[in-house]
């Protein structure tokens, strides 16, 4: 499911060009990439890992780079990028 959400982000400039749709995605990885009361280490850190092989980390930079990235976005963003540990 994480490659396709990547992928999606990455092919369609619908989505990037939506901060909310950009927001929910980021915020999807912040969550399922982190650990935390409802995510075991080893789940996240698998996530985490098909998401970093995937492409996730070109998918928030083009997020980042859009001319519609919001302060939501920004924030998600950075999330994302703290539960990759990038």
């Known amino acids: 499911m994480l490659r396709r959400v990547v992928s999606t982000l990455q092919s369609s400039t619908g989505y990037i060009d939506t901060p ?7 915020q999807l990885l912040g ?3 982190a650990e935390n009361d409802a995510l075991p280490t080893w789940i996240a850190a698998k996530n985490a890992a098909v998401a970093e092989e995937a492409g996730a980390a070109e998918a928030i ?3 980042l780079t859009s001319s519609t990235a919001s302060n939501d976005v920004l924030i998600a963003a950075r999330g994302a990028l703290k539960a990759l540990q990038i």
């Open 20 to 26: 909310r749709c950009t927001r929910a995605i980021l």
């Open 31 to 33: 969550r399922v990439c």
């Open 61 to 63: 930079q083009l997020a």
